[in-house]
T-cell receptor, first 112, second 118 residues
Framework: EDKVVQSPLSLVVHEGDTVTLNCSYEVTNFRSLLWYKQEKKAPTFLFMLTSSGIEKKSGRLSSILDKKELFSILNITATQTGDSAVYLCAVPPGRYGNKLVFGAGTILRVKS | DTGVSQDPRHKITKRGQNVTFRCDPISEHNRLYWYRQTLGQGPEFLTYFQNEAQLEKSRLLSDRFSAERPKGSFSTLEIQRTEQGDSAMYLC????????????????FGPGTRLTVT
């Protein structure tokens, strides 16, 4: 069965801290891994990773994929209160990737 | 706004009633997905459409659930004889995918419809 596991389940940090969120997966025919940020509404797309070792970066957020060890990390540097959200990791299993299998998410709370 | 839209945003209904939700995808997207999300969990796949064809349904989608995308544009999700266990956020997403390639693509989500069954 396709599975995506995220850790930690929740995290509380202070503004300015750096955080690392983890996502491990076991899926058939892996092609990509996606990160989303969810506040009190729709998940918003952050990154899609397809190749090992190539970092994707957007401002203070970055992510990297390890296809050998079957995991990805999402880093957030110099955290701000606006980074408080649930961060979701998802993988489209199967040859055609017609759906996303999500992890349960990591709840991040940034205190001022 | 050219994002995915959903209507209504909130729905409170009594057990046993039927409800219908609507999703309008991003206009050039040919794929449309429905997910359900409960508290503390990630979204779970329900079904998806390629244009107007419903190509996959999850085992989560009992016979009380039906989805349509009649003209390959907007979609509706109907739940008949609602039960308290149907209370959840129902998310719609859309993407563009070429059939002749296995290139991966991202899905864009709407704001969701929060259903409460009392």
């Amino acid at each position: 069965e396709d599975k995506v596991v995220q850790s930690p389940l929740s995290l509380v940090v202070h503004e300015g801290d750096t955080v690392t969120l983890n996502c491990s997966y076991e899926v058939t025919n892996f092609r990509s891994l996606l990160w989303y940020k969810q506040e009190k509404k729709a998940p918003t797309f952050l990154f899609m990773l397809t190749s090992s070792g190539i970092e994707k970066k957007s401002g203070r957020l970055s992510s990297i994929l390890d296809k050998k060890e079957l995991f990805s990390i999402l880093n957030i540097t110099a955290t701000q209160t606006g980074d408080s959200a649930v961060y979701l990791c998802a993988v489209p299993p199967g040859r055609y990737g017609n759906k996303l299998v999500f992890g349960a998410g990591t709840i991040l709370r940034v205190k001022s | 706004d050219t994002g995915v839209s959903q209507d209504p945003r909130h729905k409170i209904t009594k057990r046993g009633q039927n409800v219908t939700f609507r999703c309008d995808p991003i206009s050039e997207h040919n794929r449309l997905y429905w997910y359900r999300q409960t508290l503390g969990q990630g979204p779970e796949f329900l079904t998806y459409f390629q244009n107007e064809a419903q190509l996959e349904k999850s085992r989560l989608l009992s016979d009380r659930f039906s989805a349509e995308r009649p003209k390959g544009s907007f979609s509706t999700l109907e739940i008949q004889r609602t039960e308290q266990g149907d209370s959840a956020m129902y998310l719609c997403a859309s993407s563009f995918a070429r059939q002749d390639t296995l290139f991966p693509y991202e899905q864009y989500f709407g704001p969701g419809t929060r259903l409460t069954v009392t």
